[in-house]
């Protein structure tokens, strides 16, 4: 593109989001169609929630102290004068659903999953946008850690379809609200310690949510959360039976993982379970998923007690490593000459799609030769010529452009030879 035919930079697309093009776009088709096909064979199905929520939402969902709700939100008022955020993750917003229509009283499994964008205001680095995309599973109403591993062996199946090879698995239980109160405490009297080595969000971390502060990625605060007292000392019997299960299990579905004990990840509503998958290949931002069990959260917003347990894996960064090579598309250029074999080629080119030939049409004065030129440009498959000769026969000619062959055939017989039959 020349300089001049660029957008104005303020009708550029804006910074931290991406246009996907034809010609990527197939392999994210691919990546859907994977997901779709993997979930529903455990049982999952779809659930679509809007953009769009009341920004208590994700207050309330993500928590008050997390980074994403503390810096990263787009909020904005309405013109009823409403404060509504664009998503920054999904889980909140199948919890509503749930609520909203009571999804508990339906006899399916409460099993989701969705796949769309979600929003972050952070700083776009390599891995890193301000629109991303996601794929979103999440499970109701199960509390045995059977399922706890079998959300991280489906992960894992996933990755393995979608040729992701060198990933790790790490796990970590942070307990729950039981437990975690005695932890917190040892940690924000630890931070206090350490205080002045902290950044100052971090000192701030310190006093309202001091788990925060192993998200932080600054080297400094790294160091000293590195000192700090681990969860596994202060887990009550109930989340170190429940983790040793999760472990178990793993071992049965013969996963391969770490226990990390500092994955607290970013986000204030999870209890026990956490997990990631990390890659080899991505530099700084290596998550390719995460997630965990979220066992108050429906009660805390108001509807049943019902605990839940999900993932979040991010598009981008999987199809950054991802070995997927969709398929080829086999599409049929159609070229005729004049008026009445353009018509008869459009009647042929109707008949072809609906019986699954991709037809490519263009409305353009054309000669034989700038036809066969341009087929060769979209790199079609077959060429199907209709003069006038063709059409007083009622045979066409079809060019097949990778071989040269050519034969002619009623539009039946052309068909059959299209479809390989
Ligand atoms: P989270 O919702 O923060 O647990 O993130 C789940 C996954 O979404 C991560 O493991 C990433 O793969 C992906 N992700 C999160 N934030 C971003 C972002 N700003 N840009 C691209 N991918 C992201």
């Known amino acids: 593109m020349t300089e001049d035919a660029s957008p104005k930079k303020e009708l550029a697309a804006i910074k931290g989001t991406k246009d996907i093009l034809p010609g990527e776009v197939e392999k994210w088709q691919a990546l859907e169609g994977l997901a779709r096909e993997t979930f529903e064979l455990y049982g999952y199905r779809e659930l679509r929630a809007p953009l769009l929520e009341a920004t208590e939402l994700f207050e309330k969902g993500t928590g008050e102290t997390s980074d994403i709700v503390t810096k990263e939100m787009y909020t904005f008022t309405d013109k009823g004068g409403r404060s509504l955020t664009l998503r920054p993750e999904y889980t909140p917003s199948v919890v509503r659903a749930i609520i909203e229509h009571r999804l508990d009283l339906q006899p399916e499994p409460m099993r989701y999953y969705y796949m769309g964008p979600m929003f972050r205001y952070d700083k776009p680095q390599k891995g890193r946008y301000r629109q991303f995309h996601q794929v979103d599973i999440e499970v109701f109403g199960e509390k045995d850690a059977a399922v706890d591993a079998e959300v991280i062996e489906m992960a894992d199946t996933l990755l393995r379809k979608l040729g992701v090879e060198e990933r790790e698995t790490l796990v970590n239980s942070v307990g ?85 004990p500092r994955l607290v990840r970013g986000i204030d509503y999870y209890t026990k379970t956490t997990f990631e998958i990390v890659s080899g290949h991505l530099g700084a931002q290596n998550a390719l998923l995460g997630g965990g069990r979220y066992d108050d959260m429906m009660k805390e917003f108001g509807g049943p007690d019902i605990c839940g347990i999900g993932f979040a894996m991010g598009m981008e960064r999987v199809l950054a490593v991802a070995e997927l090579a969709p398929a080829k598309r086999k599409s049929l250029y159609l070229a005729y000459l004049g008026e009445e074999a353009k018509k008869a080629g459009l009647e042929l080119a109707r008949f072809l799609r609906a019986n699954g030939v991709e037809c490519l049409v263009e409305f353009k004065d054309r000669g034989m030769k700038a036809h066969f030129g341009r087929a060769n440009k979209l790199e079609a498959a077959w060429v199907l010529i209709v003069g006038e000769d063709e059409m007083k026969k009622g045979r066409f000619g079809l060019k097949e452009m990778a071989t040269g062959r050519q034969v002619d055939g009623t539009r039946d017989e052309l068909l059959t030879i299209l479809r390989g039959e």
């Open 176 to 260: 729950c609200r039981a437990c975690r109160p005695a932890y917190s405490q040892a940690l924000r009297a630890e931070a206090q310690k350490r205080k002045n080595d902290l950044c100052p969000d971090c000192q701030r971390k310190a006093e309202t949510n001091p788990l925060r502060i192993f998200d932080c990625k600054v080297e400094s605060c790294q160091t000293v959360a590195r000192s700090f007292p681990l969860i596994q000392d202060f887990l009550c019997g109930e989340c170190i039976s429940h983790f040793n299960k999760l472990l178990l299990f793993l071992n049965q579905y013969r996963i391969i993982y770490r226990v990390e």
